[in-house]
């Protein structure tokens, strides 16, 4: 039986992606996250995973052309071929609920009318341009969608967005539509440096370990324990997920940020964590992403410490509902006993989305975070 794989979402602002190269060929055998395509979006190249065992039947769209999310890629044997937000690694865990929340993101961000029409060439036409037809008001007779129809609204598409027009409207909407809380929390990281320093003292250079590790691992470990801040806000209200995905926030050339995650990150120690994080940060600064890590984040960490900053007071990336900030590891005063002493210390902040937990429960989230790294050899 043949099934279509489709164009991912890779994003919830996501509205189609460039094919810029197939990886595998009519005929080969493909296996759940194998690498198939490569896809070019606003964050950049992203390499694109099958989630079925099949063989592949057909590709249907040519290298440089632009596809809308959910327009057919390829023909498969095998099941379903969209990628629900789960891990690809032996520990993967369902998430139906997550999977459902994403689904209603991408119909509410491309409505599909029910029983639309349109010719043979206004598809072709439409598909090499990256126009989603659904949205078009066709004038063919009972009102199939022309390739007139299809030329009019190519010609009134300004140019392609940029990253920052992407980010304007996902920070747009996640200031609009969440109701934002803000806390804060300074710790003495006292502990953690002690032990980054005793394991990196015998380590090799690519094994050392950083302190963005250590936050990653505690974040996680709190996404775990304490429900409400790891998983998805939509049109049904929260959904927990059972997978932590960390997202991290990661710098580009040109001001450019992307957020791709640290999948099933509560089940790794902090140097694998630490291992992937490099990989990972090498991967999307030489512009080659995954698409499982690109839109599968259940929470996101970002830090500002190289900057010299304090306080990060993030904003929330939806759907999901927290984001954890992290400032400069500074030294500082600190009384430990009644004893005054110089200490390291650092500010995490938490942003964190009123509908699903509150001020009492965010304060618990944050000293679950401090009491982590207090103890980093369990992480």
Request: aromatic residues 4%; negative net charge.
């Amino acid at each position: 039986m043949a099934v279509e794989f489709l164009m991912p979402s890779l994003g919830p602002d996501m509205a189609s992606g460039t094919l810029v190269e197939w990886r595998v060929n009519p005929g080969d055998v493909v296996k759940r996250g194998n690498v198939i395509a490569l896809v070019e979006t606003s964050k950049g190249v992203i390499d694109v995973e099958v989630f079925t065992d099949g063989t592949v039947l057909k590709l249907l769209v040519e290298p440089g052309t632009t596809v809308p999310v959910g327009a057919p890629l390829a023909e498969l044997s095998g099941t379903a071929t969209e990628a629900p937000p789960r891990s690809e690694g032996p520990a993967a865990t369902p998430a139906p609920a997550a999977a459902a929340l994403h689904a209603e993101t991408r119909e509410a961000a491309h409505p599909v009318r029910p029983g639309f029409k349109a010719s043979p060439a206004a598809k072709a036409k439409a598909l090499a341009l990256g126009i989603a037809l659904e949205g078009l008001t066709g004038s063919g007779p009972d009102g199939a969608i022309t390739l007139d129809d299809v030329a009019r609204q190519a010609a009134s598409v300004t140019a392609p967005p940029t990253l920052r027009d992407v980010v304007a409207r996902a920070m747009s909407r996640s200031k609009r539509e969440i109701p934002h809380y803000y806390l804060s929390l300074t710790c003495d990281f006292t502990a953690s440096q002690a032990w980054l320093e005793q394991h990196n003292a015998h380590a090799s250079v690519v094994d050392r370990i950083l302190p963005a590790a250590l936050f990653v691992a505690a974040v996680a470990k709190a996404a775990r324990a304490l429900p409400g801040f790891n998983g998805y806000y939509g049109d049904h209200g929260f959904a927990q997920a059972e997978a932590v995905h960390v997202g991290m926030a990661i710098a580009l050339r040109g001001g450019r940020l992307v957020a791709p995650a640290l999948l099933d990150a509560d089940r790794k120690t902090a140097p694998t964590l630490m291992a992937e994080l490099r990989d990972l940060t090498a991967r999307v600064r030489s512009g080659h992403m995954r698409g499982s890590e690109m839109s599968q984040a259940t929470i996101t960490v970002t830090s500002l410490g190289e900057e010299g900053v304090d306080v990060v007071l993030p904003v929330i990336h939806p759907p999901q509902v927290a984001i954890v900030g992290v400032g400069s590891l500074v030294v500082r005063p600190w009384i430990v006993g009644g004893v005054v002493s110089a200490a390291p210390v650092v500010t995490l902040s938490l942003a964190a989305d009123h509908r699903v937990s509150d001020g009492r429960t965010g304060a618990r989230f944050l000293a679950s975070i401090r009491d982590a790294l207090q103890t980093p050899e369990a992480l």
